[in-house]
C-alpha cells in the first residue's frame, strides 16, 4: 500500500510536466517525479504523503485524469489541496491537522475500528447482563407464582429458599428495604408458632417455626397497633439491614374472630433479651466491652443519615433499654422495637414523629423527658434521650462484669431509689428535682474497660442534653479500647 501510494504520486509527477495543452497552469514542482522546479497541469497541487509514518509536504501538478485527486487522497494516505492559478501552490501549504483535511481511509480505520470494536464489547456486556436480569427475573417471577398459587392463605413452600436466600434475594436488588409485601404476608402464613418467650407491656412475643427455621412473632394488641403500623413502615421504607438491629422479616395484619391480629416477624435470638440475659449471666470485662460495642454500632447506624441511593433517614429510638436489645449467638447485641423511633432527613429537613400515643420507658427517661423540657420539634432532643438511656444499659452491664472476682446482682437502673413500676413522678422526683444517677462501685476503676465504661456513663448522664457524649464519640472511644484481634470488628 505504501508502494502503492509512492507509485500514484510519482505518475502524477511523470505525467503532469508531458501536458503541454492550452489552460494549462505552471505550478512549483517539487516532489521525487519532478524533472524540473516548475511544472504544468490542470492544477497546482500541494500534498502531505504520510504513508511510510512520516510527513512531508510535496508540491506538483495534476493531469485532467487525476483532477479527482484534488477532491480525496491519493492511496488512501496522501491528502492533497488544489489551486488553479499559475505558481498558486508556491504558497500553498497545509496545515497539520487541518479540519478542512479529508481524512484518509486509513486515518478512518485507525480511528474506526477501535471505536467498534469498544462498542461490541458494551454490546456483549449489556446483553449479559440482561440475559442474567432476565433469568433472575424468571426465578422470582416463578416464586411469586408459586406464593400466588396459594392464594396467599393456603400454607405452601416459597422455593426451596432459606429465610436468609429469600431476604437476600430481595434486599440486594430492587427497592432494597426488604421482602415484597404479598412475599411477606406469605411467609407470615406459612408460620407456626411454637412457644411464647415473652410477655411485653403490648403483647406478646413467640417463637415460631418457618420451613425449618426459627423465627420471633411479635404479635400486638390492638391497643398497641401504632407501635406495629410505625414498626411496619421503618422496616419496610428504610434499609436498615445492620448486624447490630434486629433483623426484619415480615409483617402481618390479618382478621381473626372480628379482631385485628398484627404480627411483626424478625430473626430469632434464643439467648432473648439483654435483661434476662443479664439476669441469668455474668461477663468478663471483653464480654461487657462487646455487649457495649455492638448496641453502641447499632445505635450508630440508627443515629446517622446515610446519603445516597442506599441511604437512610437518621433516626432516634427513643424507647432504648435492656428489654429491647437481644443478645445473639456471637455474644454481640442488636437492637429491637422500632415502635416509638423518629425519622430525620437533612436533605429534606423532615422530622417525623409518627402518630403513636406511647411514651419510653419511664425509668429510662431523660431529665428533659421527665420536666417535659425536651425540644420536640429538634431531631437531635431525641438522640440525646437515647444516649441518656444508653449510659443506663452500660451500667447495667457494668454491674454484671466480674472485677477481681467482685460483681453485683442484676438490677434495673434506679432500683434503690423508685418502685418496681415507678410513675412518671417518681422518676421525675429522682432524675430531675434530687439529680440522683445510678451508684458507680468504686471497684470499677480498678479495671480499664470498666473504668472506661463508668466514665462513659457519667457523661451519658449530663442533666444538660446538649452536653452528652454523642453515640459516634462513644463508638470511637470503645473501639480504640477493643485491641485489634479482639472477637468484634471495628464498625
Ligand atoms: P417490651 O415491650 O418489654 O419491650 P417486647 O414485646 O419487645 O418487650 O419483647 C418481650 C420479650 O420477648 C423480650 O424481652 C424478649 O425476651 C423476647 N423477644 C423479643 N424479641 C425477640 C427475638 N427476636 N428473639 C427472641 N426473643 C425475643
Ligand atoms: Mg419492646
Not at 416459597?158 to 429469600?166: I, N, Y
Not at 429538634?378 to 462484669?401: C, M, N, P, Q
Not at 434495673?412 to 422526683?429: H, L, R
Amino acid at each position: 500500500m505504501l508502494q502503492g501510494s509512492s507509485w500514484v504520486l510519482s505518475m502524477a509527477f511523470l505525467i503532469i510536466p508531458a501536458c503541454l495543452a492550452n489552460g494549462l497552469r505552471q505550478c512549483v514542482c517539487d516532489g521525487p517525479g519532478c524533472t524540473n522546479i516548475t511544472c504544468q497541469g490542470r492544477k497546482c497541487f500541494v500534498a502531505i504523503d504520510n504513508t511510510d509514518g512520516f510527513t512531508r509536504q510535496t508540491k506538483g501538478c495534476f493531469s485532467i485524469h487525476l483532477m479527482e485527486q484534488c477532491f480525496s487522497s491519493i492511496a488512501g494516505m496522501v491528502v492533497t489541496k488544489c489551486c488553479d492559478s499559475d505558481m498558486c501552490n508556491s504558497n500553498l501549504t497545509i496545515p497539520q491537522n487541518d479540519p478542512e483535511q479529508p481524512m484518509t481511509k486509513n486515518q478512518l480505520q485507525l480511528i474506526l475500528i477501535p471505536v467498534l470494536v469498544v462498542f461490541l464489547i458494551l454490546l456483549l456486556v449489556a446483553l449479559y447482563f440482561c440475559k442474567v436480569k432476565w433469568h433472575y427475573r424468571q426465578r422470582l417471577l416463578t416464586r411469586l407464582n408459586e406464593l400466588g398459587e396459594t392464594d396467599m392463605l393456603k400454607a405452601s413452600i416459597v422455593g426451596d429458599s432459606t429465610l436468609g436466600d429469600l431476604l437476600d434475594d430481595y434486599c440486594t436488588t430492587g427497592s432494597g428495604s426488604g421482602l415484597p409485601f404479598l412475599v411477606q404476608r406469605t411467609v407470615a402464613r406459612q408460620i407456626t408458632l411454637v412457644e411464647c418467650v415473652g410477655k411485653g407491656r403490648y403483647g406478646e412475643v413467640w417463637r415460631g417455626i418457618w420451613q425449618g427455621e426459627n423465627v420471633a412473632v411479635k404479635i400486638f394488641s390492638s391497643r398497641d397497633e401504632q407501635s406495629w403500623f410505625r414498626e411496619t413502615e421503618i422496616y419496610n421504607t428504610v434499609l436498615l439491614r445492620h448486624e447490630n438491629i434486629l433483623g426484619f422479616i415480615a409483617s402481618d395484619m390479618t382478621s381473626r374472630n372480628s379482631s385485628t391480629q398484627l404480627w411483626l416477624i424478625t430473626h430469632y435470638h434464643e439467648n432473648g433479651s439483654l435483661y434476662e440475659y443479664l439476669q441469668r449471666t455474668t461477663v468478663d470485662p471483653e464480654g461487657s466491652l462487646l455487649l457495649a460495642l455492638s448496641i453502641i454500632c447499632g445505635l450508630v447506624h440508627l443515629h446517622v443519615e446515610i446519603f445516597g441511593t442506599q441511604g437512610k433517614p437518621a433516626i432516634a429510638h427513643r424507647d432504648l433499654k435492656s428489654r429491647n436489645i437481644l443478645v445473639k449467638k456471637n455474644k454481640q447485641c442488636c437492637i429491637a422495637d422500632l415502635g416509638l423511633a423518629v425519622m430525620h432527613s437533612q436533605t429534606s429537613d423532615y422530622l417525623d414523629i409518627g402518630n403513636n400515643p406511647r411514651v419510653g420507658t419511664k425509668r429510662y427517661m431523660a431529665p428533659e423527658v421527665l420536666d417535659e423540657t425536651i425540644r420536640t420539634d429538634s431531631f437531635e432532643s431525641y438522640k440525646h434521650t437515647d444516649v441518656w438511656a444508653f449510659g443506663l444499659v452500660l451500667w447495667e452491664i457494668a454491674r454484671r462484669t466480674v472485677v477481681n472476682g467482685m460483681v453485683e446482682e442484676y438490677k434495673p437502673p434506679f432500683y434503690d431509689v423508685v418502685p418496681s413500676d415507678p410513675s412518671f413522678e417518681d422518676m421525675k422526683k429522682v432524675v430531675c428535682i434530687d439529680q440522683q444517677r445510678p451508684r458507680i462501685p468504686n471497684n470499677w476503676h480498678s479495671d480499664t474497660i470498666l473504668s472506661t465504661l463508668a466514665k462513659i456513663m457519667k457523661e451519658c448522664w449530663y442533666q444538660s442534653p446538649s452536653a452528652r457524649l454523642t453515640a459516634l464519640r462513644i463508638k470511637k472511644t470503645l473501639n480504640k479500647l477493643n485491641s485489634p484481634g479482639d472477637n468484634f470488628k471495628q464498625c
